[in-house]
Nanobody, 125 residues
Framework: QVQLVESGGGLVQAGDSLRLSCAAS????????MGWFRQAPGKEREFVAA????????YYADSVKGRFTISRDNAKNTVYLQMNSLKAEDTSVYYC??????????????????WGQGTQVTVSS
């Protein structure tokens, strides 16, 4: 079983940066594809970014490409999401998720077996 805990959320102004962290326990994440998703009030959960187990390949939603960077440190069992140039529309609860299979479309929610509890990011304009 994998437990995921996100941290790093908060209230910032448009244009600011935040770095989210996702720390895992219970099992090494070194063989898992990892993803970040977000969900705003009244909206469906949506894909933000994903990274392969080695960190060699990353994927991004068009809405965050060029502003967000996903990375991982397998030695620390942690995944990060660096968010720059934040916009009001980035306001959401952000979730990290673990995919033990590592194949299939990285943006598909059903690919991910384990989820964190989420961390709130609020961007004021």
């Amino acid at each position: 079983q994998v437990q995921l805990v996100e941290s790093g959320g908060g209230l910032v102004q448009a244009g600011d940066s935040l770095r989210l962290s996702c720390a895992a326990s219970g099992r090494s994440l070194s063989t898992y594809r990892m993803g970040w998703f977000r969900q705003a009030p009244g909206k469906e959960r949506e894909f933000v970014a994903a990274i392969t187990w080695s960190g060699g390949t990353t994927y991004y939603a068009d809405s965050v490409k060029g502003r967000f960077t996903i990375s991982r440190d397998n030695a620390k069992n942690t995944v990060y999401l660096q968010m720059n140039s934040l916009k009001a529309e980035d306001t959401s609860v952000y979730y990290c998720a673990a995919d033990p299979r590592g194949w299939g479309l990285p943006g598909t929610i059903l690919q991910y077996d384990y989820w964190g509890q989420g961390t709130q990011v609020t961007v004021s304009s």
